[in-house]
Structure formats: C-alpha cells, structure tokens
C-alpha cells in the first residue's frame, strides 16, 4: 500500500509541472495573429483559463488576480499542427537508414528516441501532430500519446494511426532472403474482408485515423507520364473508407501519382499525403469534395537528392511536387500544413521550414499559416478547438520576435511556447 502511495504521489507530482496553473494567466502581446479571421490585433491579451481560452481582450486590460506574461515585443499565434509526422522515426532517405531502425532498435528503444522527437516538436511550437504511422513500432505511439497527456513526458496532442496499412508485397522490409520472415513497416491488408477486420482492430488498440499506402513504384511510363503500382483494388479501397469512416474515423492515403489517387478519391479517402502529381482530374475531385492536400515538400527537399543518386524518379517526383501544389492552390484544395517530419531527422531539420517552401510555390504567408492552425484543426475535425484563439479553444499559443506575415520563416525561430495553458518554454 505505501509503495502504491508513493507511486501515485511521484505521478501526481510529474503531472503538475506540466500542467496549466491555477487561476488565470493574461498573455500580453504585442502583435497578436488570429488565423480565423486572418486579422492582426496589436496589444491584444489573451486571457487563459485553466488549459483553454477564456477571451481576446483588445482594450489592453487584465483580469484581477490573473498572472501576467508579458511578450508585447513578440507576435504570438496559436500553436501550431503538423499534420503528417512519423514519431517513431528518425530520418529514412535510404533503404539502410530504415532497415537500421526496423531490425537493429528494439521497439523500447525507438519509443524512447521518440519522447526525444515529440519534444523537439514542442519546442519548435507544435502543440498537435497526426502522426501517420509507427513503421514497425506496433502501437507504441497509443502508449507515447497516453504518456504525454498524462505528464509522464513533454510533448505534442498526439492523433495517431498504429501500424497503418498496405498489401503483400508494398512496404518495406523487403528484399531479404526467402527463408527468412522480416518484419514490416506495415499491417498487411488483402482483400476486403481482411480490410474491414484490420481497420476494427486497429481503432481497437486506440487509432484515431486510419492511415493507407495507396502506391508504390514510381516510375515513367514510355509517354513520360508519370505512373505507380496502385496498392489496392478499388474493392479493398472502398471497404477500408468504409470501415474507418463506420467507426467515425478518418482515414489518410499516401499516394503520390494519379493512379493511386484515382483509386483513393473514387473510395472516398479523406485526405492525400504528398500528392506528388496531381492531375487536373485529381484537385478537380478534391476541391469539389474537399479532400485535404497533405503536401510535405520538406521531406521532398530532404529525400530527393540522396534517393535520386540510385533512381532519377525522385528528382522528378520533387519537381513534380512543386506544380501539383500550385495547381492545387488554384483549385482551391484544402492544403493542410504536414512534413512528414521522422522522414527527415528531428535533430537536423526544423520542420517548420514548410512555411517558406509553401510560400514559395505561391501562398501568401497567412495561407501557409491558415494550414498549420484552421485548415489543419478542420482535417482534424477540431474547428475552433485547436489552431484558434476562439473562447474554449485549447490555450496553445506560440511566440516569436519578428513578424511572420512579412517574413514566414521566423517561425522558425518560436521561442515561447504554452501547450493547454503550460507554460512549455
Ligand atoms: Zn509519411
């Protein structure tokens, strides 16, 4: 009984350094970036109750008794979302840096590489990820979700998928000796039936969405069209829609050529990852039914010129990329901020240098921040929850010297950061 004692007092103890204080705190700014309405308000205070918002006072004034942080020489927004990460990785641009990870670290080593890689995020001012996806890690970031909002370990709201999803034959570990069964980066899925019994058990074991590789084998037909191997049949397709969407879960499609979003879009996925070539066809359909765009051009930076040493179709697939997004732009797509961050090193590259390659395919710096705040908290289905200074909305805010409508990539350079209320750093 003492030691169960004790250990519920270490717990509640843990808990409180990384929880929202008692009372009211006043965040005085000095220029403050409110994303629904894409309006700037100057010597704004953000009055936080608990771990949410209570109001935006525009008249300067201050709640009796509240504590008082003053950041009048910093812009302030709301915390930001990473729409597309990968926790449980740490940078795979060869198939030996995957390889590495998948059969040299123990599933508890990666976990613990992971509360390394969700602090990062933090720091840098992502108070969500959508993680999509453990490679290999099984359902270790249910355990890592559960673990930071308890306050056992400082990071990110986590929306996570467990294995995610391909057929026989599509996703790494692959290439190794007949005799010998390698583990996957995946949970394998053939057939319909076997679709809807995965998706079951993997909402089971606590995911949120549903994440599914959608093509593979990127290559050039003989007319220098871009073309894939689809992964699903559109019968397998539509029952995993199906089922995640029966189970009111949402479910993403990793697909980077028009033959895997022609199957993706016909099921009625609810976002496409990379979306490396986009047709006409394709951000036509997306627009009208407001499939998320999930871009992640930094892992594209990051990938191409190391993948495209052994096979050009990376260069291209890059160079692609540039104009599907600008196409999807025109279109009207709905483009929600996503890195594919775990792709790239967590401790070598910030992802938020998304912003300035968004901007500089042609969004204006509030679209690109519109994308990490309201266009990702609507993929999310959290509108006006998260990425919002709305009454109620989560009390994640982020500050930075500079102004990130003149120049995006300060965000970069976030150096405040409250989580729920917390203070983070
Ligand atoms: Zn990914």
């Not at 220029?31 to 309006?39: F, I, N, S, V, W």
């Not at 084998?217 to 397998?236: M, Q, R, V, W």
């Not at 930075?400 to 300060?410: E, H, K, N």
Request: hydrophobic share 45%.
């Amino acid at each position: 009984m003492r030691a169960v004692a004790f250990l519920f007092l270490a717990i509640a103890t843990t808990n409180l350094s990384l929880a929202a204080p008692p009372g009211k705190t006043a965040v005085k700014c000095g220029r403050l970036l409110d994303p629904d309405k894409q309006a700037v308000l100057q010597n704004a205070v953000v009055v936080i109750d608990g771990d949410s918002i209570a109001e935006v006072r525009t008249d300067g004034s201050v709640p009796d008794g509240a504590t008082v942080i003053d950041l009048s020489k910093k812009s302030v927004l709301p915390g930001l979302i990473d729409a597309h990460t990968h926790v449980l990785l740490q940078g795979d641009a060869t198939s030996e840096d995957y390889e590495a990870q998948i059969l040299k670290e123990s599933v508890a080593y990666r976990a613990l590489r992971a509360t390394a890689a969700v602090r990062i995020a933090l720091h840098h001012g992502f108070t969500t990820l959508r993680d999509l996806g453990t490679e290999g890690a099984g359902y270790a970031d249910v355990d890592l979700k559960h673990a930071i909002d308890r306050g056992i370990v400082e990071g990110p709201r986590l929306f996570v998928v467990t294995k995610a999803i391909a057929p026989t034959g599509a996703y790494p570990v692959l290439g190794f000796a007949w005799e010998l069964e390698m583990p996957k980066g995946v949970e394998t899925v053939d057939g319909a039936d076997m679709a809807r019994r995965v998706v079951r058990d993997q909402v089971a074991h606590g995911a949120d969405w549903i994440k599914i590789y959608a093509d593979r084998s990127y290559y050039k037909d003989a007319s220098g069209h871009f073309a894939s191997i689809p992964n699903f049949t559109l019968d397998e397709m539509r029952a995993l829609v199906d089922e995640s969407h029966r189970l009111r879960r949402r479910i993403a499609a990793h697909s980077m050529t028009p033959s895997g979003h022609a199957i993706a879009l016909a099921a009625g996925v609810d976002s496409i990852e990379h979306g490396d070539v986009l047709s006409d066809d394709n951000v036509r359909l997306m627009a009208e039914h407001g499939v998320f765009l999930c871009p992640t051009l930094t892992v594209g930076a990051f990938v191409a010129p190391v993948r495209s040493k052994t096979n050009a179709i990376w260069k291209d697939l890059e160079m692609a990329s540039g104009e599907s997004f600008k196409r999807a732009l025109a279109a009207g797509v709905p483009i929600a901020f996503g890195t594919d961050a775990g792709g790239f090193d967590w401790d070598k590259v910030n992802q938020a240098e998304e912003f300035r390659r968004m901007v500089a395919l042609g969004m204006t710096p509030w679209q690109a921040i519109r994308s990490a705040t309201v266009v990702a908290a609507k993929l999310l289905e959290r509108e006006g929850k998260l990425g919002s200074l709305a009454p109620g909305a989560a009390a994640d805010l982020v500050a930075t010297s500079g102004d990130p409508l003149a120049d995006v990539s300060v965000l970069e350079h976030v150096d405040w950061v409250m989580k729920a209320g917390a203070l983070v750093r």
